[in-house]
């Protein structure tokens, strides 16, 4: 078996999603808490591990529908070049070895974080058998993904998570997620090939109304969130409404992206590439990092 499809297979570049296991232990003032931060450095790596491990299982049942796709028919079992049965083995190894990592390092919430992790293996599954395909459905539970998160770096380091980091998470997630279905419609007019069995459930002119909708809300929402007494007070400053700035200009390049320039097929490759999603990312960050920490 190939290193270099065995990587491919694991998709360890999606692992940058698992980052908002932090997002807790950042926004609580405690990131340089070397306990703490071990702790979200056990659930991160845990969670990525379960997270191939899906990956793994979503081509293995993709399989066929893959060798169609354009882009996806070069993935390691698609392509040949990785077995069936050994991504199978894969799986199982990623799946024990994150329950593995969480039972020796866990800590005191160990038996919590797995069942978290475990359920959101279930999740996953009935998501590659059966969820994805049904519109809206598909995002919703994609974007469920993303609560689950931070629910495990809020549990991993025994941190309070407010209403608003819960529903910025699903929102943000909701519109990448919507962004990505955007893109598969259009390649599925452009080529034939419907990438997902519910493509046809969507199409331009709906998904450009709901990603409208999504990212008005998540801005208003975001403004509504800086500007909110109880966050004012905790974090003991009264600018942190200057960290919309870098939210609304992020929110507007990743439109950008998926309207002008049809890009918006993968949310993490754009994390990795775009510098101009890069720069608001860093921004909005060292914002926090003056706020909270000096």
């Not at 450095?41 to 060798?67: G, L, P």
């Not at 974080?113 to 049904?134: D, E, S």
């Not at 990212?215 to 919309?244: G, K, Q, W």
Request: glycine share 4%; aromatic share 14%.
């Amino acid at each position: 078996m190939p290193f270099k499809s065995l990587i491919q297979l694991l998709r360890p570049e999606q692992w940058a999603k698992n980052l908002f296991i932090f997002l807790p232990l950042f926004f609580s003032g405690q990131l340089l808490n070397v306990n703490l931060l071990l702790q979200c450095f056990v659930a991160f790596f845990a969670f990525s591990f379960m997270a191939s491990s899906i990956y793994c299982f979503n081509d293995i049942y993709d399989v066929e529908a893959d060798r169609q796709h354009p882009k996806k028919c070069k993935r390691p079992i698609a392509s040949g070049k990785i077995s069936v049965i050994t991504a199978y083995a894969v799986m199982t190894v990623c799946f024990a070895l994150s329950l593995s990592i969480l039972f020796l390092f866990g800590g005191a919430e160990k038996f919590s974080l797995m069942g978290l992790i475990v359920f959101y293996f279930v999740l996953n599954v009935a998501y590659c058998v059966k969820l994805k395909r049904y519109a809206i459905v598909d995002v919703i539970v994609i974007s469920i993904g993303f609560v689950l998160r931070i629910l495990v770096g809020g549990t991993a380091t025994g941190i309070w998570l407010s209403e608003w980091i819960i529903i910025m998470t699903f929102l943000l997630a909701l519109f990448l997620a919507f962004a990505k279905r955007r893109d598969d419609v259009v390649l599925y007019q452009n080529t034939g090939v419907s990438p997902r069995k519910n493509t046809n459930r969507y199409n331009l002119d709906f998904m450009n109304q709901v990603m409208t909708v999504v990212s008005t809300v998540t801005v208003i929402a975001y403004i509504m969130y800086t500007l909110s007494p109880d966050v004012i007070e905790r974090f003991h400053s009264r600018n942190i409404y200057i960290t919309a700035i870098f939210v609304l200009v992020g929110i507007i390049r990743y439109l950008q992206i998926t309207i002008v320039d049809l890009k918006s097929g993968s949310p993490t490759t754009i994390l990795l590439k775009d510098r101009f999603i890069q720069f608001c990312i860093a921004g909005w960050i060292v914002s926090f990092l003056i706020i909270i920490y000096l």
